[in-house]
């Protein structure tokens, strides 16, 4: 676990503290001399990967699609010979792999069936249920063969969906590319985990969000870098066991959230379609949907207000922009067309109320429009968090 996270420096001539080798011997150390920072863990700290050694410099590119609510899918190829899944949710809130058997019925498409598979190891636990990230369902944890679109294969434990909960399946299945809580699982059930023992690519993803189809991927490996600029790096935040980050703050208009806690993580979620705001800058910003005729519907699941108006996005160009500013990162601005998406039902907004009573665990919640902000690598064997503009 880490303690603490300080950038040092003292130029007024303050009181000191100097901290020498009996520190060092309690504690495991990290300096980040690109930030700078310098990270302290204790000792039981554990990568949830071993090193096996120089990585190579491959890299597993798949591509992704968008749809106009901003939900992005890829496919997924699983079992022996391999099966085809399309409209994949590919989710860094969860570590679990979602698949849905040919038993299923209340799944959207029922694509995947083990006894086709000559790869398909059986669970010998019962069947549970699973609610991770927005997912919900009741499953079997085998394991099969998932290959990529360059025939690259390794095996992965999933979860073979008996039963979807009809609200949160608008997807045919998830990737998950959450962060693992240990070694066993992350290699047993991370992407990322799995390339890097089997082939020696970067335990890392690299996502390149954009609101068109032919420009968006995620990559597993060493992504190049060589033609962006450097946002800002973080260890993911040590109390949270969902990749996140520290955001200081949230301005719409000249009204801000200030994040007082520096242990409330704002969480990264690639498949959840919106940002929520904390409870100041929702208000500016509702006052302002409010001026331009959106009505807002409160939801259970996805989101707690859901946005619309019959008017074009375009309308409302002239919107205030939302500032997000992080620890350590360059703040990132979001521009009404950013925020605004045009659907068959008018005009949404991708910007939503956070829940107060999930402040301490989630403080706010960064998915696709923030992901389309940037290019954001995870490295989980830093447990990093990195930012990259073009």
């Given at each position: 676990?880490?303690?603490?996270?300080?950038?040092?420096?003292?130029?007024?001539?303050?009181?000191?503290?100097?901290?020498?080798?009996?520190?060092?011997?309690?504690?495991?150390?990290?300096?980040?001399?690109?930030?700078?920072?310098?990270?302290?863990?204790?000792?039981?700290?554990?990568?949830?990967?071993?090193?096996?050694?120089?990585?190579?410099?491959?890299?597993?590119?798949?591509?992704?699609?968008?749809?106009?609510?901003?939900?992005?899918?890829?496919?997924?190829?699983?079992?022996?010979?391999?099966?085809?899944?399309?409209?994949?949710a590919?989710?860094?809130?969860?570590?679990?792999?979602?698949?849905?058997a040919?038993?299923?019925?209340?799944?959207?498409?029922?694509?995947?069936?083990?006894?086709?598979?000559?790869?398909?190891?059986?669970?010998?636990?019962?069947?549970?249920?699973?609610?991770?990230?927005?997912?919900?369902?009741?499953?079997?944890?085998?394991?099969?063969?998932?290959?990529?679109?360059?025939s690259?294969?390794?095996?992965?434990?999933?979860?073979?969906v008996?039963?979807?909960?009809?609200?949160?399946?608008?997807?045919?299945?998830?990737?998950?590319?959450?962060?693992?809580s240990?070694?066993?699982?992350?290699?047993?059930?991370?992407?990322?985990?799995?390339?890097?023992?089997?082939?020696?690519?970067?335990?890392?993803?690299?996502?390149?969000?954009?609101?068109?189809?032919?420009?968006?991927?995620?990559?597993?490996?060493?992504?190049?870098?060589?033609?962006?600029?450097?946002?800002?790096?973080?260890?993911?935040?040590?109390?949270?066991?969902?990749?996140s980050?520290n955001?200081?703050?949230?301005?719409?208009?000249?009204?801000?959230?200030?994040?007082s806690?520096?242990?409330y993580?704002?969480?990264?979620?690639?498949?959840?379609?919106?940002?929520?705001?904390?409870?100041?800058?929702?208000?500016?910003?509702?006052?302002?949907l409010?001026?331009?005729?959106?009505?807002?519907?409160?939801?259970a699941?996805?989101?707690?207000?859901?946005?619309?108006?019959?008017?074009?996005?375009?309308?409302?160009?002239?919107?205030?922009?939302?500032?997000?500013?992080?620890?350590?990162?360059?703040?990132?601005?979001?521009?009404?067309?950013?925020?605004?998406?045009?659907?068959?039902?008018?005009?949404?907004?991708?910007?939503?109320?956070?829940?107060?009573?999930?402040?301490?665990?989630?403080?706010?919640?960064?998915?696709?429009?923030?992901?389309?902000?940037?290019?954001?690598?995870?490295?989980?064997?830093?447990?990093?968090?990195?930012?990259?503009?073009?």
């Amino acid at each position: 676990m880490c303690y603490l996270s300080v950038v040092s420096g003292n130029a007024s001539g303050e009181k000191e503290c100097w901290l020498g080798q009996p520190f060092f011997r309690q504690y495991l150390v990290m300096f980040d001399y690109e930030l700078p920072a310098v990270s302290v863990y204790s000792k039981g700290y554990v990568s949830p990967i071993d090193p096996v050694g120089p990585v190579t410099s491959d890299v597993m590119t798949y591509a992704a699609t968008v749809d106009n609510n901003g939900y992005y899918y890829t496919d997924m190829y699983v079992g022996t010979p391999a099966q085809k899944g399309t409209n994949i949710a590919i989710s860094t809130g969860s570590v679990e792999n979602f698949v849905p058997a040919q038993s299923c019925i209340s799944c959207p498409d029922d694509w995947y069936s083990s006894s086709a598979s000559s790869t398909y190891v059986a669970s010998t636990a019962a069947t549970t249920l699973v609610s991770s990230g927005i997912f919900g369902a009741a499953c079997e944890s085998p394991s099969d063969v998932f290959t990529n679109p360059t025939s690259q294969s390794v095996t992965l434990q999933f979860c073979e969906v008996t039963f979807a909960e009809n609200n949160l399946w608008s997807y045919n299945g998830a990737l998950g590319l959450g962060l693992p809580s240990d070694k066993t699982e992350c290699q047993a059930k991370s992407l990322p985990c799995a390339a890097y023992v089997a082939y020696q690519i970067e335990p890392a993803v690299t996502f390149v969000f954009t609101s068109a189809a032919d420009t968006t991927s995620f990559s597993i490996g060493t992504y190049d870098v060589s033609k962006m600029t450097l946002m800002g790096k973080s260890i993911t935040m040590p109390n949270s066991p969902y990749w996140s980050l520290n955001v200081t703050s949230m301005t719409y208009d000249t009204t801000s959230s200030t994040n007082s806690n520096p242990y409330y993580p704002s969480v990264l979620d690639s498949a959840f379609p919106f940002i929520t705001l904390p409870a100041e800058a929702w208000a500016a910003y509702n006052k302002a949907l409010v001026a331009n005729d959106f009505i807002c519907i409160k939801t259970a699941y996805q989101e707690v207000q859901k946005c619309l108006s019959k008017d074009s996005c375009t309308s409302f160009s002239k919107m205030d922009d939302l500032v997000i500013e992080m620890n350590g990162i360059t703040p990132v601005t979001l521009t009404p067309s950013d925020y605004l998406t045009e659907t068959d039902d008018g005009c949404l907004s991708l910007l939503t109320e956070a829940d107060p009573l999930l402040v301490e665990s989630e403080w706010s919640r960064l998915g696709t429009p923030f992901f389309r902000q940037a290019a954001i690598t995870l490295n989980y064997y830093e447990r990093t968090i990195a930012l990259y503009s073009s």
